[in-house]
T-cell receptor, first 115, second 118 residues
């Protein structure tokens, strides 16, 4: 069964460093998302992406964040200068617009730890 | 603005008990989707069910069943004869505007931690 994959599974970085989180969405999916979950809290929407453009972004997704689809398979989230409060689990998701449904399938997540 | 409330934070049951996880939502849209996701201790988010706002039929899948009631804006999830493997955090989520063709962000509740003891 096709699945969303994410790398790395765990990333440790120093405050102020740049990190890139990588995702490979399900191959025939056209809509991509990033969410984050601070430890013990709910899952929060960051950004959605379609046709090489950001469709919507949340207040969390400030200028320190960017997304890119550098090739036909990868979808990346970049944090330019990490802060302690960026420590969280980051989930990538993708969906296929087929019959009007929009079920988002999630990857296993990348746990980001900022020291 | 859309909102999902999962008032229960933690539930502990003994194996084989039935358990119901509550979800109440708020939305101004007439067209929306409701979801349940499971997050086992390993951390991934596993899709369980999607229900659209026009379909109020209850659904059963094995030991899982869902009760959608628009009148009370609730979408409750029942696990029958719970098992230890059901121990996880369960999230209810809402998305709007799927018919517009736009990406539909998910708004999650805070999740319910279910512990099933042997």
């Amino acid at each position: 069964e096709p699945e969303v994959t994410q790398t790395p599974s765990h990333q440790v970085t120093q405050m102020g460093q740049e990190v890139i989180l990588r995702c490979v969405p399900i191959s025939n999916h056209l809509y991509f998302y990033w969410y984050r979950q601070i430890l013990g809290q709910k899952v929060e929407f960051l950004v959605s992406f379609y046709n090489n453009e950001i469709s919507e972004k949340s207040e969390i997704f400030d200028d320190q964040f960017s997304v890119e689809r550098p090739d036909g398979s990868n979808f990346t989230l970049k944090i330019r200068s990490t802060k302690l409060e960026d420590s969280a689990m980051y989930f990538c998701a993708s969906s296929e617009w087929s019959d009007g449904t929009d079920t988002q399938y999630f990857g296993p997540g990348t746990r980001l730890t900022v020291l | 603005a859309q909102k999902v409330t999962q008032a229960q934070t933690e539930i502990s049951v003994v194996e084989k008990e039935d358990v119901t996880l509550d979800c109440v939502y708020e939305t101004r849209d007439t067209t929306y989707y409701l979801f349940w996701y499971k997050q086992p201790p390993s951390g991934e988010l596993v899709f369980l069910i999607r229900r659209n706002s026009f379909d109020e039929q209850n659904e059963i899948s094995g030991r899982y069943s869902w009760n959608f009631q628009k009148s009370t804006s609730s979408f409750n999830f029942t696990i029958t004869a719970s098992q230890v493997v059901d121990s996880a955090v369960y999230f209810c989520a809402l998305s709007e505007s799927f018919y517009t063709g736009a990406n539909s962000k998910l708004t999650f509740g805070k999740g319910i931690t279910l512990s099933v003891r042997p």
